[in-house]
């Protein structure tokens, strides 16, 4: 089982590693960050919206918060750069926020939710997913950071041993 000290040294990797990726990305126009790259969600641009968009929705389900909206409607929300740079930093914030306040023993219960992909009620051990919502930013993360390189951009560090302090 994972501790809530290491959900607090993930969560502020989250954010140093979005702060790295979004002004890596500064660095690119609009075009060039919604042009389609092959990826799972097309470009950079749709990556980023679905990691905020997935970020959001596990932080519903552990706090208990309504859900946000669907994927589509976020996206076409947050269409323009400086609306999702600013709400990807307001999630980022309410993520440190929330895992400063967790508490060992909530990591240890389980967690049951609807899931609308696999369309039933799922039930597992907290500590698995929350380990599954940083892993999912990582994953995608990655797949940001490859596009941004073949865009010719080049992100800082991304090991978590050099984050600073």
Request: glycine share 6%.
């Amino acid at each position: 089982m994972i501790s809530a000290d290491y959900v607090c040294r993930l969560a502020r990797y989250n954010h140093w590693q979005n702060e790295n990726l979004y002004g890596t990305a500064d660095g690119l126009t609009d075009e060039e960050r919604h042009r389609e790259r092959g990826a799972f969600f097309g470009s950079i641009h749709g990556t980023m919206c679905h990691l905020l968009w997935a970020d959001q929705t596990w932080l519903s389900r552990f706090s208990g918060a309504l859900p946000p909206v669907p994927l589509a409607e976020l996206t076409a929300q947050y269409h323009d750069w400086t609306s999702l740079k600013s709400r990807r930093r307001e999630t980022d914030a309410e993520i440190v926020g929330w895992a400063e306040r967790l508490a060992s023993d909530w990591l240890a219960g389980r967690h049951t939710h609807f899931s609308p992909s696999l369309r039933r009620e799922m039930s597992a051990p907290r500590w698995l997913l929350v380990s599954h919502f940083f892993n999912h930013q990582t994953h995608h993360r990655g797949q940001i950071h490859c596009m941004l390189t073949q865009a010719g951009k080049k992100p800082a560090d991304t090991d978590l041993p050099m984050m600073p302090g």
